[in-house]
């Protein structure tokens, strides 16, 4: 998975691989579609939503320079693929999800692989986690059609805010806002097509 999907595509950061080697994405999904684990697109994980493609999980924890002296919020926790990914390269990671059932299951497993630099809550994202802020790192896994403004403004002086942003239903572009001097800026990176961002 790693050799053909991901380095052969472009991401080369030998701590993002090595996280990519490391955590088994088999335990994050539902056990029908284990032995489809390490293949190269996106997987029911129940309740609607998906476990993102390999790549793209790669692609994002690369784009937003990930080191172990910095502090990331990723929303829609999902399974807790990305959680895992995100806590082998930073220092601590906290991670808010919508959906009940899936913030528990996922904060459950996350313990039992013993990732005890991850936080998990249940909740809408939209608001950030204004308590731990300002983040190094933002990684959005829901696409909203507007980048929401309390995450914004929970980004750190240099930090960098990863989000598929379009219309419901439609592709929608990844983009990476970075902060500096206080004043962001954004760039667009690629199409991407993500579940929806909720409200609750
Ligand atoms: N990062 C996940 C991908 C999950 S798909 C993984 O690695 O498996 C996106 C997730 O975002 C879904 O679980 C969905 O329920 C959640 N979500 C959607 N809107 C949200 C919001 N406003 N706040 C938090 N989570 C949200």
């Known amino acids: 998975m790693v050799e053909t999907q991901i380095r052969n595509r472009g991401v080369t950061s030998s701590g993002v691989l090595d996280a990519m080697k490391k955590v088994p994405r088999h335990l994050f999904i539902p056990e029908a579609y284990r032995d489809e684990a390490y293949n190269d697109y996106p997987l029911s994980i129940g309740y609607g939503q998906t476990i993102s493609q390999p790549f793209i999980v790669a692609y994002m924890t690369e784009a937003v320079r990930p080191a172990k002296?910095?502090?990331?919020?990723?929303?829609?926790?999902?399974?807790?693929?990305?959680?895992?990914?995100?806590?082998e390269v930073t220092g601590k990671v906290y991670t808010i999800e919508i959906v009940p059932e899936l913030a528990r299951e996922?904060?459950?497993?996350?313990?039992n692989m013993g990732y005890d630099n991850v936080i998990c809550k249940h909740?809408?994202?939209y608001q950030g986690w204004p308590e731990h802020a300002p983040f190094?790192?933002?990684?959005?896994?829901?696409?909203?059609?507007?980048?929401p403004q309390p995450l914004i403004d929970q980004l750190a002086e240099g930090?960098?805010?990863?989000?598929p942003v379009g219309a419901a239903g439609a592709?929608?572009?990844l983009l990476l806002v970075t902060k500096r001097n206080g004043?962001?800026?954004?760039?667009?990176?690629?199409?991407?097509?993500?579940?929806?961002?909720?409200?609750?």
């Open 69 to 87: 002296n910095k502090k990331a919020l990723e929303i829609g926790t999902g399974s807790g693929y990305q959680a895992a990914v995100l806590a």
């Open 106 to 111: 996922s904060a459950e497993r996350l313990e």
């Open 123 to 125: 909740g809408d994202g």
């Open 136 to 147: 190094d790192i933002i990684v959005v896994t829901a696409a909203p059609e507007k980048i």
């Open 159 to 163: 930090g960098r805010l990863i989000i």
């Open 171 to 173: 592709v929608q572009e």
């Open 183 to 200: 004043k962001t800026d954004e760039r667009r990176l690629t199409f991407v097509r993500f579940v929806p961002f909720r409200r609750l």
